[in-house]
């Protein structure tokens, strides 16, 4: 940190960056060389600031000017305007609904009904610095903790605050931090699970990018606690920025003595190491996880024994979230009872979500929790893009569930959203229009979870599986009356009998689906049609004749040449050949191909024809 | 002993190396398979021995782990790997055509290898670029909203 004129922090989260931050930022340093004003302009990469849909994103000090969507080619006007002559970029503003340029980071939309705790510094800070997370307040909470606290006051403290596990079970912090406290052994463990597997769901990875030393000041705070003296932070193998940032954070935190020996003075040591994982979904099970640490298959083990009695090698063991780890020291900082002020009666304070899916502001957001699903979709997220109707929002990824429009007005929490069929999880939340077929997003998740089941216990590893091969029958066409009730008597079972939560889980998007799409499923098996035109075997082309102006482009473009015609009869469509690839509609000039739901009717009588012949063969 | 010669031996040698190194890490056997897949690519059965042989680990636990992890390969891999997206964001907003489009270009099914060694396709769950989805990775690249044939083309045409 340096006194310079401007602060210039550029959004370095993934989103940003796949969207070409890192071009602007050596833009940057170009232009700014050019013009010898590199000791004017402080160059800031940050965390994820959230807005990832307008990416990349910058905010400008002392003014906080907010721009999106920059390009290289943007970077010397910025320069030449902004920085030389004052004059802010109005062009790269958000504009609002009155065209109007938004100028202030803080009268963004998107911003206004967050409130930040775990990601208050993630794009404000410049998370390789430990100068700069030590200026906003970093460590102040480990410090008086250490020295002015006994663990049992901090666990206390922590019962206070109504702190529950974010990583999607909901499990108070204070209780895993009692049990390991109250177990007597030599070596106690912290195990910090950044394993995000659902899909979905960055925000770990962006607290672990944007803001490495909160998660590991957090990891600390409860390591004395509960008189852990090692801690591990298990990271997926896709993150490799996350990864390299907590390394860098604990080799700084050592080189200033916030870790190792006596830290603070006291008689607290710690130390932590990384392991990375290697790709697999079941692995954010806590029992999984730490098999997976001690280098084998990461297959889950029941419970009890608890990780808090027996965990890593055989020794007490704590496994908490990164975001449960990103809260911690500010509520130390700031109080129990500010923390628990905010949130419901059962679900304190706030969440991450990671908005995605249909949505016109994807992003990263932290709102209180007992927030409305409408206004974390419609005026957080900003509504749906383009003229196309909300139909459902999936919360909690595989695990979780689908809720729909009459569901808008609930308050997110643990319970309420478990009791509607949903589930918090680690807080992904997609959205998704009108133009989705639910039982095809059912049939995604119920792939996800055979790919993912480990394979130990039968009623995961084969339940899962038949639940597959009865969607993947409903979806091509082949769907029997008695399906439905077949998927809700393997899902609950499947639910009742696996060991670990992946199984009991699993069934949950297809159980949802079939409790508020019920219909969908009904005109997939009865009507053999996709009314959203999804599912291919359900729908058919066919060329409007008043449209067709016989110019035989369809003709000559299909693979399978089942398109006949002429200039005067118009064209026609074979159907019992045709394999549906769309070219035909992709190169009309008129649009006269169109995708029709149903099967057509020729072919439910080839089908009929064939299974009866069959049926006659045997 | 030395291992069938498939392989030059210097990357056998390395590998020792790194067996060495990490000896004294509690269980690092992973952290070896995913330096030993760094050094060959993938990691073949003869390669599972070896480490099984210089860690004292017998094979099929070692088969056990590579087989149960996404992250490592028991075939060989092309130059380029493609990585698409295929969590649920992606998924909500045209994955499954996004992987037709590529199989097209590519000419290959999800999990193969083009005859030329150059690409390689593999699914991965999410990469954490939801706002630009659909995605798909090479290297370090992320490719996002790729709506198009052209634009699949235009891509892959960079790396050929």
């Known amino acids: 940190m340096s006194l310079k004129r401007i602060d210039l922090l550029i959004c370095c989260g993934s989103g940003c960056i796949s969207a070409g931050a890192i071009k602007i930022k050596e833009r940057f340093h170009e232009v700014l060389n050019e013009k010898g004003m590199t000791n004017e302009i402080n160059i800031i990469e940050t965390g994820c600031m959230g807005p990832c849909d307008y990416g990349p994103v910058m905010v400008i000090y002392p003014e906080g000017i907010f721009y999106k969507k920059v390009t290289p080619e943007d970077v010397e006007e910025i320069v030449n305007d902004h920085f030389m002559k004052g004059r802010p970029v109005k062009r790269l503003m958000l504009q609002d609904d009155e065209e109007q340029a938004i100028s202030a980071k803080k009268d963004v939309p998107f911003y206004q009904k967050q409130v930040k705790v775990a990601l208050e510094n993630c794009g404000y800070i410049d998370p390789e610095s430990l100068d700069e997370y030590i200026a906003t307040g970093g460590y102040e909470a480990l410090g008086t903790v250490l020295t002015t606290m006994s663990p049992q006051e901090t666990i206390e403290l922590m019962k206070a605050s109504g702190l529950r596990g974010r990583g999607g079970g909901g499990f108070p912090t204070h209780i895993k931090w009692q049990m390991v406290h109250d177990a007597k052994a030599d070596q106690k463990y912290y195990i910090c699970n950044g394993d995000e597997g659902d899909p979905g769901a960055f925000m770990d990875r962006s607290l672990l990018e944007g803001d490495p030393h909160r998660v590991l000041e957090g990891m600390m705070i409860g390591a004395y606690a509960m008189g852990a003296s090692r801690g591990f932070f298990y990271i997926r193998a896709e993150y490799p920025l996350a990864i390299q940032r907590i390394k860098q954070a604990i080799a700084q935190a050592h080189e200033a003595g916030l870790m190792g020996d006596n830290i603070f003075g006291s008689q607290f040591c710690f130390d932590a190491e990384v392991r990375t994982g290697a790709g697999a979904f079941v692995c954010g099970e806590e029992t999984a996880l730490i098999h997976s640490i001690e280098g084998s298959r990461g297959n889950p083990t029941p419970k009890p024994p608890y990780p808090a009695i027996s965990g890593l090698w055989g020794k007490p063991t704590v496994v908490n979230n990164v975001e449960t780890l990103g809260n911690i020291p500010t509520i130390y900082r700031k109080g129990p009872e500010w923390f628990a002020s905010m949130g419901t009666a059962t679900s304190k304070g706030t969440k991450v979500f990671a908005l995605t899916g249909d949505i016109r502001n994807t992003g990263l957001v932290e709102v209180p929790m007992g927030i409305s699903l409408r206004e974390l979709i419609f005026d957080v997220g900003g509504g749906m893009v383009g003229d196309h109707k909300f139909k459902a929002v999936q919360l909690g990824g595989p695990s979780g569930g689908c809720l729909t429009t009459e569901h808008l007005d609930v308050g997110v929490d643990y319970e309420t959203l478990k009791e509607k069929g949903a589930m918090m999880g680690s807080g992904g939340v997609i959205v998704m229009n009108d133009q989705k077929c639910m039982v095809n997003v059912a049939k995604f998740f119920m792939d996800f979870c055979v790919d993912e089941s480990c394979g130990k216990c039968s009623p995961c590893r084969i339940g899962l599986k038949q639940m597959y091969g009865i969607l993947e029958r409903i979806t091509n066409g082949d769907g029997r009356e008695e399906d439905i009730d077949e998927l809700i008597r393997l899902g609950e079972a499947v639910n009742k009998l696996s060991l670990c939560g992946l199984g009991q889980t699993a069934p949950n998007p297809v159980l949802s689906t079939l409790r508020y799409f019920r219909n969908e499923y009904e005109s997939h098996i009865r009507d053999k049609a996709c009314n959203t035109k999804v599912c291919l075997p359900l729908i058919h082309f066919d060329i409007d004749k008043d449209k067709c102006i016989g110019c035989s482009l369809c003709a000559r473009k299909c693979p399978v040449n089942c398109i006949t015609g002429s200039r005067d009869e118009k064209y026609t469509i074979h159907q019992l050949d045709c394999i549906k690839c769309g070219n035909c509609q992709e190169v009309c000039p008129v649009k006269a191909v169109g995708r029709i739901p149903g099967m057509h009717p020729e072919m439910i009588a080839k089908r009929e024809a064939d299974k009866q012949r069959l049926a006659s063969e045997d | ?160």
Not at chain 2, 142 to 154: H, I, L, P, S, T
């Open chain 2, 1 to 160: 002993m030395t291992p069938s010669n498939q392989f030059d031996n210097a990357l056998y040698e390395r590998l020792r190396a790194v067996i060495a190194e990490k000896k004294d890490l509690q269980n690092p056997v992973i952290e070896v398979l995913r330096i030993a897949q760094e050094i060959f690519g993938y990691l073949p059965i003869e390669v599972q021995e070896f480490i099984g042989r210089e860690m004292n680990i017998p094979v099929s636990k070692i088969y056990g782990i590579v087989t149960f992890y996404n992250f490592f390969s028991m075939k060989p891999r092309g130059k380029h790997i493609i990585n698409v997206c295929l969590g649920t964001a992606c998924f909500v907003k045209g994955a499954p055509r996004l992987v037709q489009m590529l199989s097209d270009e590519l000419g290959i099914a999800m999990g193969e290898t083009t005859p030329d060694g150059l690409f390689t396709m593999s699914a991965v769950r999410c990469v954490g670029a939801c706002s630009l989805a659909p995605v798909f990775v090479i290297g370090e690249e992320a490719f996002g909203r790729v709506e198009n044939k052209d634009k699949v083309k235009q891509v892959i045409n960079q790396f050929r």
